[in-house]
């Protein structure tokens, strides 16, 4: 009989026990998912940042886009065949080059690789000219749009063009 009585103190003595190795267990466990919430939050955030870049360079290249049909469409002045001069070139002018845009985006042309501001010949084409008729400006449209919390980044594409010319 007394070693039931001495089995059932062990045994309380052992709940006691028990109770603070599952705490502990408790607050190890806790704490992991803590730091699995953490990186969770770090993650969203992270693919919510390379969605924004991802939209913003969509809109800025359908505003490149944009800017080459606006100036060669019908009825439109064309800023591409502008002859190439200081006053001309470089062309940042909004109204011109992205009327009434929703992109957010900022455009700008100005010459490429051509810092006396010469007329060039042509790059290869299959309707080459063999008798110099034609120069070309050889122009670069940069659009700029920003994005991101409190527009603190931005994004910029670049477009090369080559608009005939006849001399």
Do not use: W
Not at 22 to 49: C, E, P, R, W
């Amino acid at each position: 009989m007394a070693e039931v009585g001495f089995m059932h103190r062990n045994y309380s003595k052992q709940r006691g026990v028990v109770l603070i190795v599952a705490l502990v267990f408790l607050i190890a466990l806790t704490a992991v998912v803590a730091a699995l919430m953490q990186n969770t939050t770090s993650d969203i955030k992270m693919s919510g940042a390379s969605e924004d870049k991802m939209v913003a360079t969509q809109a800025a290249i359908s505003a490149i886009d944009e800017v080459i049909y606006n100036q060669v469409a019908p009825g439109k002045t064309n800023v591409f065949a502008r002859t190439i001069s200081v006053n001309n070139f470089p062309n940042n002018n909004q109204a011109d080059l992205l009327p009434a845009t929703k992109s957010g985006a900022t455009a700008s042309v100005d010459i490429a690789n051509n810092e006396f501001k010469l007329e060039a010949d042509c790059p290869h084409t299959r309707a080459a000219s063999s008798v110099q008729i034609f120069t070309c400006n050889v122009l670069n449209v940069q659009v700029t749009r920003q994005y991101g919390r409190g527009n603190s980044s931005e994004v910029e594409v670049n477009s090369g063009v080559a608009q005939q010319l006849l001399k």
